[in-house]
């Protein structure tokens, strides 16, 4: 299940937290993600997916917690919806050789 919660966060921040080591970005919603999915014992990063024509930006880490790992996406975007249907996209033609 997706759940979008919107935070403030600016384009220059998200590239720079990104750019520098994609977890300080996570660190930035670490205690909003725990508390949706309760405390987080370790996490990594998974991938990320940038749209520079619409500025759209996915960056997704894997979780582990109570609940085993789980999925966490942050998204820098005007329609996320839109932007997490291109990462999709982006995710399954990495699959097809």
Known sequence: MDRFIP?????DMVLELVEKDPLKLFRYVRKLVENEVG?????????????PS?????????AYCKLGEV?????????PEKALEKYYKYESSKLIP
């Open 71 to 79: 999925s966490i996406k942050l998204i820098y975007s005007k329609n």
């Open 54 to 62: 619409e500025l759209d930006i996915v960056i997704e880490y894997i």
């Open 39 to 51: 405390k987080i014992h370790h996490v990594t990063f998974y991938d990320s997916f940038v749209d």
């Open 7 to 11: 935070l403030k966060a600016s384009l």
